[in-house]
Nanobody, 124 residues
Framework: QVQLQESGPGLVKPSQTLSLTCTASGGSITTYYYYWNWIRQPPGKGLEWMGAISYSGSTYYSPSLKSRTSISRDTSKNEFTLQLSSVTPEDAAMYYC????????????????WGPGTQVTVSS
């Protein structure tokens, strides 16, 4: 069984960069053929796919967030990291990491493992 756990600051200031890490256990982030995704859910809104990193390290981003988003990984720690720059209050959300055989918009239903999520607040 794969377990995912998000971690990072629960509060960031506007214009700062949000950095969140997802640590995986029970499965390697380099295992063929899986993708490791970041998804968020603002209050009162639906899930929004942000981006992903593949088993080989290739990255994929939502067009709406690409300019502000960077995903990287540390295979020695079996974790991957999301960085979202220039945050605004609209970036406040529950942030999730998830594994799946695919990635992208509309793919959330295909993800087989999810982390519990971590709440991020954007405030001065």
């Amino acid at each position: 069984q794969v377990q995912l756990q998000e971690s990072g600051p629960g509060l960031v200031k506007p214009s700062q960069t949000l950095s969140l890490t997802c640590t995986a256990s029970g499965g390697s982030i380099t295992t063929y053929y899986y993708y490791w995704n970041w998804i968020r859910q603002p209050p009162g809104k639906g899930l929004e796919w942000m981006g992903a990193i593949s088993y080989s390290g290739s990255t994929y981003y939502s067009p709406s967030l690409k300019s502000r988003t960077s995903i990287s990984r540390d295979t020695s720690k079996n974790e991957f990291t999301l960085q979202l720059s220039s945050v605004t209050p609209e970036d406040a959300a529950m942030y999730y990491c998830a594994r799946g055989p695919t990635y992208g918009l509309g793919s959330a239903g295909k993800y087989d493992y999810w982390g519990p999520g971590t709440q991020v607040t954007v405030s001065s």
